[in-house]
């Protein structure tokens, strides 16, 4: 069976994530969207294709209008959901709680309505770290019953049980708490002596968390990310890197990130009103009704040392933030300092990108460098 994962019309409202990838592609809970969808239908990644902005399908691969099933790409699935798509016949279009699902491709053309007691979608960025939590549950769910958990070492003081380790993990002397939410712990990762975490959260495939570090929940950390300070409500895409002390709050962090010793995240304002936010779709402050944000940081963009980022701070892609005071709460992509004086060289970027990408022996391709090239132009 081949599908294709719709962007849904999301792609600014999911940005700054969405700028580098397809809507399907965002890691919300433990696995991305698209990972989630090929777990729960039982098919591979090669049998998936995206309908995105093009300039992406260089890199993600584009087969839309061949695929026998189109599926919202900004929808996290769980199997009583899989199973409804699964169950459509030719021609037939899926609605649940009133909303777009999936089309099943065929010449005659019928509506079907359903509803689900929690529907779990992402349309803004967010909510991500909103709603993830209910995402990391979900993608326990599925991973629980094909698996079984390691045992933790009897170093470590565990509060509550509701812990699931893969194989390869390592942990010692560190103090987890499962009472409040679900604690995942995946294959080949590292949680360093002194840390506390507080479920829910999840420590994906490679990560390592580092010295006595403290984190709250809910909080995901991709695979391959090295994080370290004190960490809160946030998601981490994959191979960035907080590895110093410093406060990270209800954020979103793309992939290739890096932040230098001691940046902090302000996710409050002092008067505790609501947030205004950068909207990529009307390209000005919008306001929201969230009360708690940090950072909304796109792929490899980076901070200085001592870097103090205000509420609710958006950052595009490549940006590399430093100097004195504050930077602007919004900070384009290509940014140079975050303060609006200037801009990144390409040729600049793609060396940096590419000698960050090489220590993870991961390389910055033609796809990759196509994607950069037309944000910068863009």
């Not at 798509?85 to 079907?112: C, H, M, P, Q």
């Not at 495939?205 to 984190?215: H, Q, R």
């Not at 005071?325 to 060396?351: M, R, V």
Request: hydrophobic share 35%; charged share 25%; glycine share 8%.
């Amino acid at each position: 069976m081949k599908i294709t994962l719709d962007d849904n019309d999301l792609h600014l409202k999911l940005a700054p994530l969405s700028l580098t990838r397809p809507v399907a592609e965002i890691r919300f809970g433990i696995a991305t969207i698209a990972e989630s969808w090929c777990a729960l239908l039982n098919i591979d990644s090669e049998s998936v294709s995206y309908n995105t902005e093009s300039y992406l399908t260089g890199k993600f691969k584009s087969a839309y209008g061949s695929e026998e099933l189109k599926i919202a790409g900004n929808i996290k699935p769980n199997e009583q959901l899989a199973t409804m798509v699964l169950e459509l016949e030719e021609g037939e279009t899926l609605y649940v709680n009133d909303r777009w699902i999936a089309s099943k491709k065929g010449d005659s053309k019928k509506e079907v309505y359903k509803n689900l007691d929690e529907l779990l979608y992402i349309e803004h960025c967010w909510d991500i770290f909103q709603k993830v939590d209910q995402a990391i549950s979900s993608d326990l769910d599925r991973i629980r019953k094909n698996n079984v958990s390691q045992q933790l070492s009897g170093s470590n003081q565990l509060l509550g049980q509701d812990i699931f380790v893969e194989e390869g993990a390592k942990v010692e002397c560190c103090i987890l708490n499962s009472t409040s939410g679900p604690i995942y712990i995946g294959k080949n990762t590292e949680i360093m002596e002194g840390s506390v975490i507080r479920g829910p959260f999840a420590l994906c495939e490679g990560s390592t968390v580092k010295l006595a570090s403290k984190i709250y929940g809910a909080t995901v950390i991709g695979p391959h990310c090295k994080v370290g300070g004190e960490i809160s409500n946030s998601v981490f895409q994959a191979y960035s890197n907080k590895g110093h002390d410093g406060f990270m709050g209800n954020s979103v962090i793309g992939e290739w990130c890096n932040f230098g010793a001691d940046t902090n995240t302000s996710n409050l304002k002092n008067n505790y009103s609501n947030l205004r936010i950068h909207s990529f779709e009307s390209k000005k402050m919008e306001q929201t009704n969230l009360l708690f944000c940090g950072v909304l940081m796109g792929d490899h963009s980076k901070t200085g040392i001592n870097t103090m980022l205000n509420t609710a701070t958006t950052v595009g892609v490549s940006a590399n933030i430093f100097g004195a005071g504050f930077p602007n709460k919004y900070i384009p992509s290509f940014s140079w300092g975050g303060h609006g004086e200037d801009k990144f060289i390409l040729d600049k970027a793609f060396e940096v990108a590419e000698n960050m990408m090489k220590r993870r022996k991961v390389e910055l391709t033609e796809g990759d460098k196509k994607i950069l090239n037309h944000l910068y132009q863009n």
